[in-house]
């Protein structure tokens, strides 16, 4: 593959003679619209592993396979140089979350295109950006100075629904997947002249509630007053998750929380935050959160009660007089360490459950979760990631806590009893999930340049 270049070519120069057709084939991955939820883009997501699988063969490595699941499949492949070496099991994902709103789009979700030095698309950041600059990085070693460690990719399709299938796929391929340590870009930066690297990320418990008042819709002035309306139940039930100081109210809550000591918090907070910018960025005239806790504190430490949608009764044009029969919510609720998904939603539905009033019934149906995690500062790969972060942007990476979750960092560790380095490219503001999701050229590129020197370093240790 490499015959125009010459071997001796540097990874800066390997990447700066590929830039265009690497950002071509990028663009190809993000025009498939691998949606993960939403069972009408199923052919789409078959369609962005098999590309990914291609583009993994093309890059170099010795085989590459589509593993299918219950769902959606899992694309591994693996470039075994000498099984004496240290083996790096990359992980990412394909999938992505959907587009809609639709309409807030600059321009369509799954057309990529080029705006002030940023490629605008629908999992150009979360997670394809990310996932196709370790496959590039892979075609630049074996390009240049070739590759000095075993490398191992599992690149799935269902992250953004849960990854209900990895487990059992884990489970079932611990010695396909036997790795020293794994490798995942999936999380962001500070900023571009802020390197840092996630050392922490929340768990997770997601539910849905349903509260029903009567039988069936009722005229609201015939029936109002006189019969619960499941709106307003559902309404003060949630209200009263919170107290004055935004602390949960849901006994238990709390009890497997682990604290940081003052010196912790202390260091958390040296990272760099203005908040001035936050809330600028934000057009908000003030942050809100559970008293005591500093914003940085708030989404690293901190566990969370969040309502994601709310509905129920008539909500299209004009007025109709209706007292609604039900009424529903979707709740998620970050995890910090120690506490566990599993009882965490048990202690919400239990809740949830004795204070509703007898004038509703309701039901609680709990979606998918994920445990938190932290991981270490002092191995050798965080070291490695940190050296080859602090060579590529001029400054040493800081250890941040991400309030997002990955839950298949604890679940590796747990089924394979391996550690992460969560050496993500991406920043805050790259509107993951939002209308305009986008991920800076500089971040990419950046991603390509540094991946390799994660090795080098790694495999020297
Ligand atoms: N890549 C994100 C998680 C993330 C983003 C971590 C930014 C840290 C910083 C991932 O794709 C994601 O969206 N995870 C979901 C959880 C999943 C179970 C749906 C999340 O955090 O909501
Ligand atoms: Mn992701
Ligand atoms: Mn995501």
Redesign the pocket.
Known sequence: MNTTNTPTMTVKEYIHSNKPRFLDELFELLRISSVSADSKYKEDVKRAAEFVKSSLEKAGVDKAEICPTKGHPIVYAEKIVDPKLKTVLVYG?YDV?PPDPLDLWTTPAFEPQIRDEKIYARGS???KGQVFMHVKALETMLGTSGLPCNIKFLIEGE?????SNLTEFTRNNKEKLKADVILIS???IIANDTPSI?VG??G?S?VEVEVTGPNRDLHSGVYGGAVANPIQILCEMIAGMKDQNNHITIPGFYDDVLELSKAEREELNKAPFNLEDYKKDLNIDDVHGETGYTTLERTGIRPTFELNGIWGGYTGEGAKTVLPSKAFAKI?M?LVPNQKSDKITKLFSDYFTSIAPKSVKVKVTPH???EPVVTPTDSPAYKAAAKAMEETFGKKPIPTR??????IVAMFEKELGLKSV?M?F?L?SDL??SPNEHFGLFNFFKGIETIPLFYKYYAAS
Request: glycine share 22%.
């Open positions: 994902h979350q950041c979360d997670d992250e953004e629904v849960g990854s999936d999380t962001s996630d990320l929340r997770l997601y998620s970050r998918h979760g994920g991400g309030g997002g979750s990955i839950p969560l993500g991406g805050d993951i999930h």
